[in-house]
Nanobody, 123 residues
Framework: QVQLVESGGGLVQAGGSLRLSCAASGRTFSIYTMGWFRQAPGKEREFVAAISRSGGSTYYADSVKGRFTISRDNAKNTVYLQMNNLKPEDTAVYYC????????????????WGQGTQVTVSS
């Protein structure tokens, strides 16, 4: 069992930055691939970024590539999502998730989820 708690969301103007954090507790954090997803009202949960167990490999959705950076600190059991140059279309609830699989980008492949943190970008 893994418990995940996201934080760092908020309201920001277009072009601004936010840093999301996801703290994990429970089973050994370093055995899990970690991912960030987001869900806007009326839309399905979509992949944003993922990072391998060691942090050596990262993957991004095309819509955030070059603006978002995922990282992890296994000593702190925490994964981060640095979001720069935010756009109104980035507005959503952001969730972190874990999987024992390799780096995957489908929500159904992730086993545990946090409660989400709201990110709102105003134009």
């Amino acid at each position: 069992q893994v418990q995940l708690v996201e934080s760092g969301g908020g309201l920001v103007q277009a072009g601004g930055s936010l840093r999301l954090s996801c703290a994990a507790s429970g089973r050994t954090f370093s055995i899990y691939t970690m991912g960030w997803f987001r869900q806007a009202p009326g839309k399905e949960r979509e992949f944003v970024a993922a990072i391998s167990r060691s942090g050596g490999s990262t993957y991004y959705a095309d819509s955030v590539k070059g603006r978002f950076t995922i990282s992890r600190d296994n000593a702190k059991n925490t994964v981060y999502l640095q979001m720069n140059n935010l756009k109104p279309e980035d507005t959503a609830v952001y969730y972190c998730g874990t999987t024992r699989l390799g780096v995957v980008t489908t929500a159904s492949d992730f086993n545990y989820w946090g409660q989400g943190t709201q990110v709102t970008v105003s134009s």
